[in-house]
Antibody, heavy 117, light 110 residues
Framework: EVQLLESGGGLVQPGGSLRLSCAASGFTFSSYTMSWVRQAPGKGLEWVSALSGSGGGTFYADSVRGRFTISRDNSKNTLYLQLNSLRAEDTAVYYC??????????WGQGTLVTVSS | QTVVTQEPSFSVSPGGTVTLTCGLSSGSVSTSYYPSWYQQTPGQAPRTLIYSTNSRSSGVPDRFSGSILGNKAALTITGAQADDESDYYCVLYMGSGIWVFGGGTKLTVL
């Protein structure tokens, strides 16, 4: 059974940093591109970032490029998202998702990031 | 900037059929965008319904189907049920590792 479990969310001040983790199980982690998708309170889904299975290809939405860094540790079956220079508009539930056929087939339950002073 | 468009809201009667669409602010949606569809109820993670235009995800009933209709991707729900009342999102793969979600459609079953 595929499972994705996010952690690391919390309350952070504007300008602060946070690192999110997504622990994966039930599939060959290193074979799949993984993505982060977020959802601000009461808003729709927004793709944030993706990383190829080997870690060689990183991709970002314009809204986070230069502030967020995606990475993975295939030996630990874990995906990460480093969030720096956080803004109020980064407040959202952050989901990790397993990419399949240019879409997503499995999602985690999400972790809430709140940026507020 | 690419905008993916969806109807903000739609309603369907129980047992009825509804087609939600996913378009582009400029241009047509084709299979090359690998459109996929997700269902989300409040407080829950998204659930994958359709990927790569018309492939149903595991466990998704066959009353959900995906297609290209004209210049848009489409999600059709036949025999709508009360628990189909949800938000529905499409996402398009733009190439070069970039995805763009639509704004979502709030479906009411009444």
């Amino acid at each position: 059974e595929v499972q994705l479990l996010e952690s690391g969310g919390g309350l952070v001040q504007p300008g602060g940093s946070l690192r999110l983790s997504c622990a994966a199980s039930g599939f060959t982690f290193s074979s799949y591109t993984m993505s982060w998708v977020r959802q601000a309170p009461g808003k729709g889904l927004e793709w944030v970032s993706a990383l190829s299975g080997s870690g060689g290809g990183t991709f970002y939405a314009d809204s986070v490029r230069g502030r967020f860094t995606i990475s993975r540790d295939n030996s630990k079956n874990t995906l990460y998202l480093q969030l720096n220079s956080l803004r109020a508009e980064d407040t959202a539930v952050y989901y990790c998702a397993k990419t399949y056929s240019h879409g997503y087939d499995y999602w985690g339950q999400g972790t809430l990031v709140t940026v507020s002073s | 900037q690419t905008v993916v468009t969806q109807e903000p809201s739609f309603s369907v009667s129980p047992g009825g059929t509804v087609t939600l669409t996913c378009g582009l602010s400029s241009g047509s949606v084709s299979t090359s965008y690998y459109p996929s569809w997700y269902q989300q109820t409040p407080g829950q993670a998204p659930r994958t319904l359709i990927y790569s235009t018309n492939s149903r995800s595991s466990g998704v009933p066959d009353r959900f189907s995906g297609s290209i209709l004209g210049n848009k991707a489409a999600l059709t729900i036949t025999g709508a049920q009360a628990d189909d009342e949800s938000d529905y999102y499409c996402v398009l793969y733009m190439g070069s590792g970039i995805w763009v979600f639509g704004g979502g459609t709030k479906l009411t079953v009444l």
